[in-house]
């Protein structure tokens, strides 16, 4: 089937009434979370996996991605207008928007940002439907020590950019493999650290274990923390449209953001932080006036803008390619498809076609669907910022305990989300991430299973690697990595001696 | 080191031994062909000696920082808050299944709002009224949810 005929199929099915309901849905509630500074798309995609239980993958999926995507485009309301990032993503936003905001021009930054997000948005669509089929196709080649090797790049790659020590995140890694371990053992079927609870023989449900480590814990964080009385650059918006010249001096930096995001969300543990910082970086080094940067360049919103949305896209890259989520959005909405019973692997697209093209399309819908949202309603995102967190955090915390419940009905899913909650709360607080943590649970099962199964076939004959191309080029390019940034800090260190 | 990180690091310590011992008795088979404890004493022992790198690395800091000059570890002064938070969730899943849900939910969105506003108990406690009949029918009558009733019964 060509690639036209399975968009005509993807489109069917994501204008189907239903789906397109939690399209909707699903930008909404993203673009609401990523206005409000405190609640980040990791924790509402948290929260709201039990409520995907119920509706269909598609579905689910579609109002997951919608969650993620849309807080990159809301994340940019709150950097311009107020000087608060509503999500990580947006930091840089703030540098420049805020100042457009406070010289008056508050409406052309929010309009380059949401119009960059749209253009990089669709332009990373575009490229994942074509990237992710041949790759997958690549990918049914691989065995079990390719797929180690891979996990093994991921994981180190993720603890080395998403952690600030490395060490800790290893820590945290480890931790997340054991608990990974909990259940019955894939290959004996023994049980492993059930200690006779029926509830664990299946593994720690992900579930409220996610809702605790992001949902509770970040309310717990946010509460503990000093609430700053936030105040308003500007209440009303005018002239959104960018005119002429500030389309002449975004059309490249739009360019080179959808580029740039799109690659450095392929990569493991990138996503879409690291996509909006280097391309502000790298837009003030090619700029001719960097003089400019800090102080209101529309480029310094229309590059990072951009590229924090086109990263979105090739996270899905690896996730659907491969079955490997190259994030912690992304493991947590790999195990919404392991919930379902489609779990993402080479040969997804090939036995899920409707399920695979549904979601490409829902994003294209999702990004004119939020076009069309961010622009006009921007007032309203105004006002909601307005709400104090002394409010929104019960309501936070009521949906958790409902969703928690609603997973088996039982009261005991409440307990086990407390319980990460306060471990996710305590290891915050003391700088252990928890993004490896998660990523390593998700993957641990398929890392195992790899791990021994590498072991029976190599038959205690280490060279074997050397055979397999894809795996050595991957083990290498680690090597290489962890040796390159332990020279790095060793030298820093060195520095600091001398000093 | 904090004193906190310090307790973090030392349980994971104690996490890894225990891991070490239970996979032990797991069996581990032989190396061409391992067993179900194989995989979890890797990481377990793993686990242990990162956490025993964490500690000399931070010893060493320390050590460094307290021979240029004393500084004072500022603590978080806010612990209060959040203790109450968990032990409104843990109250609520203690008392779930007894008081059943509107009850209990009651309780639970009444001490957390007045955890913000702790003077307006009459406004907090008809929003929370709301809050429970809206839960309720989003919840429980649209998405048929089976709550507890508890003592109420059904």
């Not at chain 1, 543990?269 to 090619?286: A, D, M, N, Q």
């Not at chain 1, 549904?358 to 921007?378: E, F, Q, R, V």
């Not at chain 1, 989300?417 to 649970?441: K, N």
């Not at chain 2, 299944?97 to 639970?108: A, K, V, W």
Request: proline share 5%.
């Amino acid at each position: 089937m060509d690639i036209w005929s399975n968009i005509a199929i993807g489109f069917k099915q994501v204008l189907e009434l239903n789906n397109l309901f939690y399209c909707f849905a699903g930008v909404l509630v993203g673009t609401l979370i990523g206005v409000l500074p405190g609640i980040g798309p990791v924790a509402t995609i948290s929260l709201l996996l039990p409520m995907t239980m119920r509706i269909s993958p598609l579905a689910s999926i579609i109002m997951l991605a919608g969650v993620y995507y849309g807080a990159m485009y809301g994340g940019s309301t709150t950097s311009i207008l107020v000087n608060i990032p509503g999500e990580a993503a947006s930091v840089v936003t703030s540098i420049d928007g805020y100042q457009m905001a406070r010289k008056g021009r508050a409406g052309p930054a929010l309009g380059i940002s949401a119009f960059g997000s749209f253009i990089g948005g669709t332009f990373s669509i575009v490229i994942l439907m074509l990237l992710v089929m041949p790759l997958s196709k690549i990918a049914i080649l691989f065995g079990p020590l390719e797929y180690l090797a891979i996990i093994i790049t991921g994981m180190v790659m993720v603890i080395y950019l998403s952690t600030k020590s490395f060490l800790k995140g290893l820590i945290m890694g480890v931790f997340g493999l054991i608990l990974g371990c909990v259940g019955t053992d894939i290959i004996s079927g023994k049980f492993r650290f059930t200690y006779g609870l029926l509830y664990l023989s299946e593994g720690i449900d992900i579930v409220p274990m996610v809702m605790g480590l992001f949902g509770i814990s970040e309310v717990l964080t946010n509460i503990s923390e000093i609430q700053e009385k936030r105040t308003f650059f500007a209440t009303r918006v005018k002239n959104l449209l960018p005119n002429l010249q500030d389309w002449k001096r975004s059309i490249l930096p739009i360019s080179r953001g959808s580029i740039l995001g799109f690659f450095l969300g392929l990569i493991p543990g990138g996503g879409t932080i690291l996509s909006s910082f280097i391309s502000y970086s790298v837009e003030k080094k090619v700029s001719k006036n960097p003089e400019e940067f800090g102080k209101g360049a529309i480029e310094g919103v229309a590059g990072p803008e951009t590229a924090n949305n086109a990263a979105v896209g090739g996270a899905f890259v690896p996730l659907f390619a491969l079955g490997i989520p190259s994030n912690i959005v992304m493991a947590i909405l790999m195990s919404s498809f392991i919930i379902h019973g489609v779990a993402p692997s080479p040969g997804f697209i090939a036995k899920n076609p409707g399920l695979f093209w549904g979601i490409i399309c829902s994003m294209y819908i999702g990004n004119i669907m939020l076009l069309i949202l961010n622009l006009p309603l921007i007032s309203i995102w105004i006002k909601i910022l307005e709400i104090p967190y002394k409010i929104l955090f019960p309501l936070i915390l009521l949906f958790c305990v409902i969703g928690a419940y609603s997973i088996n009905y039982r009261a005991f899913d409440i307990l086990v989300m407390t319980l990460f909650g306060l471990a996710g709360y305590l290891l915050r607080r003391f700088d252990y991430e928890l993004t490896p943590l998660v990523m390593a649970f998700v993957l641990g099962p398929m890392f195992e299973t790899s791990l021994r199964q590498t072991i029976i076939i190599s038959n205690r004959n280490i060279s074997f690697i050397f055979t397999r191309p894809i795996a050595l080029v991957c083990f290498s390019f680690t090597f290489v990595f962890i040796f390159f940034s332990l020279l790095s800090r060793f030298r820093k260190l060195k520095e600091k001696i001398i000093e | 080191m904090k004193k906190g990180e310090l307790i973090i690091a030392l349980s994971m310590g104690v996490l890894g031994i225990w891991i070490v011992i239970d996979s032990y008795n797991m069996g581990l088979q032989t190396i061409s062909n391992p067993g179900p404890g194989f995989f979890p004493l890797v990481l377990g022992v793993l686990l242990c000696l990162l956490v025993l790198l964490i500690c000399i690395r931070s010893a060493r800091y320390t050590k460094k920082v307290s021979t240029v000059k004393k500084t004072s570890v500022e603590y978080p002064t806010n612990f209060i808050k959040p203790g109450l938070i968990i032990a409104c969730l843990l109250g609520y899943f203690f008392f779930l299944d007894t008081l059943g849900f509107p009850i209990s939910t009651f309780f639970f969105l009444f001490i957390l709002f007045w955890i913000g506003y702790p003077r307006k108990w009459l406004f907090i406690s008809i929003f929370s009224v709301i809050l429970v009949a809206l839960a309720y029918l989003v919840f429980g009558y649209l998405l048929q949810t089976p709550f507890p009733f508890g003592f109420l019964g059904n």
